[in-house]
């Protein structure tokens, strides 16, 4: 049933919990709340309201979504007549060692924008069981800034940051540590690193807010129950929080993944496309070069085309997943 | 009866019209041109010119943008397939650019203007091979012209004269020479060498700096323009992926240089003199200029191995200026061409530090000066026909600044590198 | 519960106040460097600037051309969420509260555009634009990212009206209202909160966008992100004026975030949810 809670500094709609056997994608992806509605306009009504954006959205983005798919079945340098290749640029592809070494380098960066900011958020928010916090409105605003900032200026900022005598190197040098610093982002071991760092500075405010909020809207008595029963700190969290969290933290790893794997911004500004050699190449960064140095275009789009379905696997298969012990759960 | 009204509207009729009609007759002609020149002194020379050659064109209009390199070179071709592209536009020599747009038939071939304006000898003319192409774009070097350069560049050593001077250097005649001058510096305490691999692309030109001088002019130019039996993998270029590593090993670069920009960190290194020399391109002479004014600094061509041979070093015409095919006035754009590559333009090239590629009046220079210095380094090359090439023209450079950052940082062998390079020049073809 | 001041509530205010800094100091940083003089680098970070230099500012708006690259993203932006806006409620009202036949169809479609990433498409549709000659028009900014807002708009306005109750739109028929009345006159006051978030988070993506300027757009229409971007060359030697620059461009998102921030945060950390 859908609850709205008071508010408690952040207010959180619940979807419902019992939306019923949701067996349809869309119904979960979507959150249907209710059900049965009555029509109150007629079906043509509807089709009208939704024309206009669509029309757009069908010309400038589902267009080219069926071209980029067909295009990968050619050869082109984007200017000029394509010939039809079939399978060449997907077999080409899977024997490109830049792109094995780009799509690593995605998941390499997952970790860092995907799993560590939300190991930092879930910690934070277990210290917070039960408490009434002060002054949140000055933690949300600027945890969030970060993720609110143009990559681009993420990027010059890290760049600055990390300069051979940035101020990091010399914070390192004042603290006596001066053996550790070095030019991070022409390191080739350290770069990225350096890199996952960044990413990780942009992602941590978001999850760390998002499980604020989710867990100041758990159910108190299910906290009371526990302790009944016994529980401790620890075993609060691991009962009570963390399984409420679960949207959440769906939601943040979404989000966050999509962001590792659609990288470009940051790496085009901080590492100059690649970093060091190509040991920050992402598969963004392969891809416009690709298309736009090299003339490659055809290729280029097989290669949109893989990292398209990689993102949309992962994202069904981890929804999927929730689902189903969020199901599980309520049995 | 006499109507005098007739008369007034007609005679009003007419003023208007004649009014009217010759600024309808004059309607302007746009003429768009895309050049490189972004730095303040560059663009500064470039508007000057738009407005020359607009009053002495009345009803032209020109309207120049100027475009960081590495922008317009990704910007172009897809400008010139559509409407609204520009007339007139610097386009970057090599296969992948100005070969792409000749196969695709985005520029005009030249050749006809050449022949009228006469610029065939504008330069030594073995240097327009660099702007030729057959004219499905598929052999570089032959065929028509696609571009008239107006600039010409050469890679070479920056040195700061008080230095030498302190140490009892002199400049070297052969690269064994050359290579116990940067012992030299070393074991006085000092940098020799200002560089930064940070941006990849400066490493083209230092390990060239010591390719060229071991190589052949034969060898790079095949290997540049892929003729028969061109590879990159051979003794000289091996040698010299060890020789830039032993380098490395000995200190000659600064400290940290992985991680120093071009712009910044290394120019800033060369200027503060915590560097003694610079290997790069000729076209820092006007920023240096300006920084450090005409005597501090000196340039010289980095000698050969053998002193009878002619000093090799990586150099050419500068980016060529060609026109769109879909130019509404490619006879005007050849005129503008015409003019910003003509030996008064060349002048004014030279003025802010530009090295004109037609040959200039010694009795313009002041021997001494570090403008003279790179004038006299370009004039070594091409008369004696020791000019090279930038690697990149024939390897894709994002794989060129990969696999020379991977040998600095010893990631790599030699003989990986090499390899490497070659492998890349093939997947290129 | 009252909350009794444990240690461990220090702890947390202590844990909070560091990661809060730690995402607000690399900012605090570029902003003090942008009104330093080149020579002050090595002074430390934080140091405070000797001369408050607001020469900097005026160069990057001048030198730089910020002052373009600021109009051209102004001129971009707005009409880009406005329009998208419109056309994302009108999309959201009829998924969210009507039924027909296909609305499951056409919503996973629009899903799909959501899911595709940008970088996949950009080919395709940079011929596109140019088939339709616009390219090298501010046209060719605004309407993609129209057509991408519209997608995550429709989402994102479909949950929350999913979640207004029939009866007031039924309340709202029987009183004579028609779809389009029902729309303006009685959901909208109602949807501040969503429509809040929506906004700030399709300025910020507006804003903020990269690939396709990049792309599209030739040096006149540079908005600030490429403009800032492609800053090498006469100014790559002048940090200051780049932190001139970088701040400048983060204002706008900035003030607008914090000013909306509390619904910003409550309606994207519902609506995600949702959507």
Redesign the interface.
């Known amino acids: 049933m859908?609850g709205e809670i008071q508010e408690r500094g952040?207010?959180?709609?619940?979807?419902s919990s019992l939306s019923t056997r949701s067996q349809?994608l869309?119904a979960r992806?979507?959150?249907?709340?209710?059900l049965g509605?009555?029509?109150?306009?007629r079906?043509?009504?509807?089709?009208l309201?939704?024309l206009?954006?669509?029309l757009?959205?069908l010309?400038?983005?589902?267009?080219?979504?069926v071209?980029?798919f067909?295009?990968s079945f050619y050869e082109w340098t984007?200017f000029s007549e394509p010939t039809y290749i079939g399978l060449d640029n997907y077999t080409n592809l899977f024997r490109d060692k830049d792109f094995w070494t780009a799509i690593s380098h995605n998941f390499f960066f997952v970790i860092f924008y995907t799993i560590l900011p939300i190991l930092?958020g879930l910690f934070?928010t277990s210290?917070?069981t039960?408490?009434?916090?002060r002054g949140m409105?000055?933690?949300?605003?600027?945890?969030?800034?970060?993720y609110?900032?143009?990559?681009?200026?993420v990027?010059?900022?890290?760049r600055?940051?990390f300069a051979l005598?940035?101020?990091i190197n010399?914070v390192l040098d004042a603290v006596g540590l001066s053996s550790v610093a070095r030019p991070w982002l022409g390191d080739f071991t350290f770069a990225p690193y350096a890199t996952g760092l960044v990413g990780t500075?942009i992602e941590?405010?978001l999850c760390?807010?998002?499980f604020i909020?989710?867990a100041q809207s758990i159910n108190?008595e299910l906290y009371d129950t526990a302790i009944v029963f016994g529980a401790n700190a620890w075993q609060q969290f691991r009962y009570v929080t963390l399984p409420g969290l679960r949207?959440?933290i769906l939601?943040a790893f979404v989000?966050t993944f999509?962001a590792a794997?659609?990288l470009?911004?940051l790496i085009?500004?901080l590492t100059s496309g690649g970093g060091p050699g190509k040991t920050t190449l992402v598969t963004?960064v392969l891809?416009?070069t690709e298309?736009?140095n090299q003339n490659h275009?055809g290729y280029?789009?097989s290669m949109?085309?893989v990292?398209?379905v990689i993102?949309?696997v992962v994202?069904v298969v981890v929804t999927r997943l929730q689902a189903r012990s969020e199901a599980e759960e309520l049995v | 009866m006499f109507k005098l009204r007739p008369f007034v509207i007609a005679l009003v009729a007419v003023l208007v019209v004649l009014a009217v009609a010759p600024a309808a007759a004059q309607e302007t002609t746009v003429l768009t041109v895309w050049d490189v020149w972004?730095?303040?002194v560059e663009d500064a020379m470039g508007e000057e010119l738009a407005a020359e050659f607009e009053a002495a064109h009345p009803g032209v209009d020109v309207q120049r943008?100027?475009?960081?390199f590495?922008?317009l070179m990704?910007?172009l071709p897809?400008?010139l397939?559509?409407?609204?592209g520009p007339d007139v536009a610097a386009v970057n020599q090599g296969r992948t650019s100005m070969g792409a747009l000749v196969e695709a038939g985005l520029i005009l071939p030249l050749n006809e203007y050449a022949d009228e304006y006469g610029w065939w000898n504008r330069y030594a003319p073995v240097l327009h091979a660099r702007n030729s192409f057959t004219e499905d774009g598929s052999v570089y070097g032959e065929g028509n012209m696609y571009g008239m350069s107006n600039t010409a560049e050469v890679v070479g050593a920056y040195y700061w004269k008080q230095a030498f001077a302190d140490m009892g250097l002199e400049i070297p005649t052969t690269f064994a020479e050359f290579e116990t001058l940067l012992q030299t510096i070393k074991d006085a305490g000092h940098t020799p060498l200002a560089f930064g691999s940070l941006d990849g692309w400066p490493a083209i030109h230092e390990y060239s700096a010591i390719q060229h001088p071991l190589s052949t002019v034969q060898a790079i130019d095949d290997f540049i323009f892929r003729r028969e039996g061109a590879t990159f993998v051979d003794d000289a270029n091996l040698l010299a992926a060890q020789k830039l590593v032993e380098w490395v090993d000995a200190g000659y670069f600064p400290d940290g240089f992985e991680g120093m920009?071009y712009?910044?960190a290394t120019?800033?290194t060369f200027l503060n003199q915590d560097a003694v020399m610079w290997i790069t391109g000729s076209w820092m002479t006007s920023v240096l200029v300006e920084q450090a004014g005409e005597e501090g600094i000196g340039f010289f061509v980095i000698p050969p191995a053998d002193p009878e041979d002619p000093p090799l070093a990586i150099g050419g015409v500068g980016i060529p200026f060609g026109i769109s095919a879909r130019s509404a006035n490619p006879d005007l754009a050849a005129e503008y061409i015409d003019f910003i590559t003509g030996p008064d333009t060349a002048a004014r090239l030279l003025e802010v530090g530009f090295l004109p590629a037609a040959p200039v009046d010694p009795s313009a220079l002041t021997e001494g000066t570090l403008t003279a210095d790179t004038v006299n380094a370009w004039n070594l090359i091409s008369s004696k026909n020791a000019v090279g090439h930038y690697l990149d023209w024939a390897v894709p450079l994002d794989d060129l600044n990969a696999s020379l950052q991977e040998l600095l940082a010893k990631q790599i062998t030699p003989e990986e590198f090499v390899a490497q390079v070659q492998e890349a020049y093939e997947g290129a073809a | 519960?009252t909350?009794r001041r444990q240690p461990?509530?220090y702890?947390?205010?202590f844990?909070?106040?560091i990661?809060?800094?730690?995402?607000?100091l690399?900012?605090v940083?570029?902003l003090l460097?942008s009104f330093k003089d080149t020579s002050e680098?090595?002074n430390?970070?934080f140091a405070l600037p000797q001369v408050w230099r607001w020469e900097n500012y005026v160069e990057a708006w001048q030198g730089a051309r910020f002052g373009d690259y600021f109009q051209n993203s102004v001129i971009v932006v707005i009409p880009a969420v406005l329009i998208a806006l419109v056309?994302?409620l009108?999309?959201g009202?009829?998924?969210g509260?009507?039924?027909?036949?296909g609305?499951?169809v056409?919503?996973?479609?629009?899903?799909?555009?959501l899911?595709?990433?940008?970088?996949?498409?950009?080919?395709?549709?940079?011929?596109?634009l140019?088939t339709l000659?616009l390219?090298?028009t501010y046209w060719a900014l605004i309407?993609?990212q129209?057509?991408?807002s519209?997608?995550f708009g429709?989402?994102w306005l479909?949950?929350h009206f999913?979640?207004i109750p029939?009866d007031l739109?039924?309340a709202a028929?029987v009183d004579g209202c028609g779809?389009w009345g029902?729309l303006w006159r009685v959901l909208l006051p109602l949807s501040t909160p969503a429509l809040l978030s929506l906004i700030v988070l399709l300025f910020?993506w507006t804003?903020?966008e990269?690939?396709l300027v990049l792309?599209m757009a030739?040096?006149?229409l540079r908005t600030?992100?490429?403009g800032?971007?492609?800053l090498?060359?006469?100014y790559?030697?002048n940090?200051t004026v780049?932190?001139a620059g970088?701040t400048m461009?983060?204002l706008p998102?900035?003030i607008i975030?914090?000013i909306f921030?509390?619904h910003f945060?409550?309606g994207?950390?519902?609506g995600?949810?949702?959507?």
């Open positions: 859908a952040l207010a959180v709609r619940q979807p349809s869309l992806l979507s959150g249907e709340t209710t509605r009555r029509p109150h306009a079906p043509y009504q509807a089709y309201f939704i206009p954006g669509l757009l959205y010309v400038f983005v589902l267009i080219p979504i071209n980029t067909r295009y984007g930092l934070l210290l917070l039960r408490q009434r916090l409105v000055f933690f949300r605003t600027g945890l969030f800034i970060p609110v900032m143009s990559p681009v200026v990027g010059i900022i890290w600055w940051l005598d940035g101020p010399h500075w941590y405010g760390m807010v998002i909020a989710g108190e949207q959440q939601v989000i999509i794997m659609r470009f911004d085009f500004v963004s891809l416009y298309a736009f275009a280029a789009t949109a085309v990292l398209t993102i949309l994202s | 972004t730095r303040d943008t100027a475009y960081l590495d922008d990704t910007t897809l400008a397939s559509d409407e609204g920009d712009d910044n120019l800033q | 519960m909350a461990q509530t702890i947390t205010y844990l909070l106040t990661f809060t800094l730690l995402a607000v690399p900012f940083g570029i460097l680098l090595g430390g970070a056309l994302a009108m999309s009202y009829a998924f509260t009507m039924r027909f036949r609305d499951n056409l919503l996973l479609l629009i899903l799909l555009g899911m595709v990433p940008f970088e996949a498409v950009i080919i395709p549709l940079w011929q596109l140019g000659h390219r090298n309407l993609p129209v057509a991408l519209f997608a429709t989402f479909r949950a999913k979640g029939a739109i039924d028929v779809s029902v910020m804003w903020n990269f690939l792309v030739g040096g006149d600030l992100p490429v800032l971007a492609l090498r060359g006469r790559a030697t940090i780049m932190a970088a461009m983060s998102v900035i975030y914090v921030q509390r945060i409550r994207l950390v519902s995600a949810l949702k959507a």
